[in-house]
Each structure stands twice: as structure tokens, then as C-alpha cells.
T-cell receptor, first 112, second 113 residues
Framework: TQLLEQSPQFLSIQEGENLTVYCNSS?????LQWYRQEPGEGPVLLVT?????EVKKLKRLTFQFGDARKDSSLHITAAQPGDTGLYLC????????????FGTGTLLAVQP | KAGVTQTPRYLIKTRGQQVTLSCSPI?????VSWYQQTPGQGLQFLFE???????NKGNFPGRFSGRQFSNSRSEMNVSTLELGDSALYLC????????????FGQGTRLTVV
């Protein structure tokens, strides 16, 4: 059972375009993290959101945690070829564990 | 500060063999988690160790096991390898014991032939 669904699965856009990736669940998470992964490498942490309704900005990337802490979105403004990669959301349930439940992933390709 | 180090980076094994993968977490991090990543199933949680104790375990068969040493380094072992065990195995370390950010190593690419 996949608890975190990401959409879209694949996205191919031109440099300069904007895009939004969604991460949805029917479950509540105590926090949610976004990662970017390049082929053959481990995921790199981009941001952690903790509070319902929280918005965080990282240069051209804007992350939002849903009010009910069940969903999140990642918006990229003026995408660049360097943004190409697999974007993964991951939810933490809290309690005495660092276990993460990963989303299905969104593969982004930004064409120059 | 050095990141998470996984060794080896690549492995090729034959069905039926066993394999041991190693992970050195970021200095000061006491929690180490292991994940399996495949194209079909994505990233799936294997187990987590904290202060040498397994704190959580995913839905994998008993052929998958792990341990953590007093210096927080961790190993995972897969016995009686099957073709379906071919995957990227990722280790993640976290600083505190509870619900904190995870930092991943580069992974070990295991191919079973």
C-alpha cells in the first residue's frame, strides 16, 4: 500500500517554465521532507516542513505543507536544467522512530 | 563534516550467495536507517537502528538483517540472494533519536545474477 502519492509521475518542461509537484495522502504526518535524487546517487534533503499550513522558500523552490498535514506541494519558478532529477516527498509519523514513508516520486526533466 | 559513507558502491553477486553492506553515519548521528530502492517499488524502509538496537523494521523477509556497532556504524546483510534483491540500497543517518531529518549516503548498487 503506497501511502504517499505524487503527481505527476513524469514532467518534461522547457527552461524558464514554472511547475508544481503534489504529494498527497489520506494519513496525517508529523513532518514531511522533500528530497531530490540524481541517477545512481542518494536522495539529497531539500526541506522539512512541520507545521500545518507552513510555507518554506528555498531560492526558486517553494514548499507548502497542507493545513491538515496530509499533503504537500513543491513549486519551482523559472526551472533550470540543473533542477532535473527525481523529486521525492517523505512523511514521518512521529514517535520514537526516524522511519520515513516515501512517495512514488516525480521525475523532472528541464530542457535547455 | 563528512557525509554518510556507504561501501561498496557497486556489487555483483550470484543467486544464493550472501552480501554485507556497510554504512558509516555522519559523526554524532546515532540513528541509522536502511532503505531499498527499485524502479517498481520505489524507496522502501528496511530497518532502523538507534544506539545499537533495532528500533523499527519494515516488511522484508528474514533474509534481510542488520546491526549497529557502538560507534554507530551499521551493516546490513542479505542471505540467500534472489534476483529480485537487485536494487540500490540506501543508508540514512539522523542526529537525534526521534523524528528528525535524514541524510542519505550515495548507496550501494547490488546486482544479483
Amino acid at each position: 500500500t503506497q501511502l504517499l502519492e505524487q503527481s505527476p509521475q513524469f514532467l518534461s518542461i522547457q527552461e524558464g517554465e514554472n511547475l508544481t509537484v503534489y504529494c498527497n495522502s489520506s494519513s496525517v504526518f508529523s513532518s514531511l521532507q522533500w528530497y531530490r535524487q540524481e541517477p545512481g546517487e542518494g536522495p539529497v534533503l531539500l526541506v522539512t516542513v512541520v507545521t500545518g499550513g507552513e510555507v518554506k522558500k528555498l531560492k526558486r523552490l517553494t514548499f507548502q505543507f497542507g493545513d491538515a498535514r496530509k499533503d504537500s506541494s513543491l513549486h519551482i519558478t523559472a526551472a533550470q536544467p540543473g533542477d532535473t532529477g527525481l523529486y521525492l516527498c517523505a512523511g514521518a509519523r512521529g514517535g520514537a522512530t526516524n522511519k520515513l514513508i516515501f512517495g512514488t516520486g516525480t521525475l523532472l526533466a528541464v530542457q535547455p | 563534516k563528512a557525509g554518510v559513507t556507504q561501501t561498496p558502491r557497486y556489487l555483483i553477486k550470484t543467486r544464493g550467495q550472501q552480501v554485507t553492506l556497510s554504512c558509516s553515519p555522519i559523526s554524532g548521528h546515532r540513528s541509522v536507517s536502511w532503505y531499498q530502492q527499485t524502479p517498481g517499488q520505489g524507496l522502501q524502509f528496511l530497518f532502523e537502528y538507534f544506539s545499537e538496537t533495532q528500533r523499527n523494521k519494515g516488511n522484508f523477509p528474514g533474509r534481510f538483517s542488520g546491526r549497529q556497532f557502538s560507534n554507530s556504524r551499521s551493516e546490513m546483510n542479505v542471505s540467500t540472494l534472489e534476483l529480485g534483491d537487485s536494487a540500490l540500497y540506501l543508508c540514512a543517518s539522523s542526529f537525534q533519536g526521534i523524528n528528525t531529518e535524514a541524510f542519505f549516503g550515495q548507496g550501494t548498487r547490488l546486482t544479483v545474477v
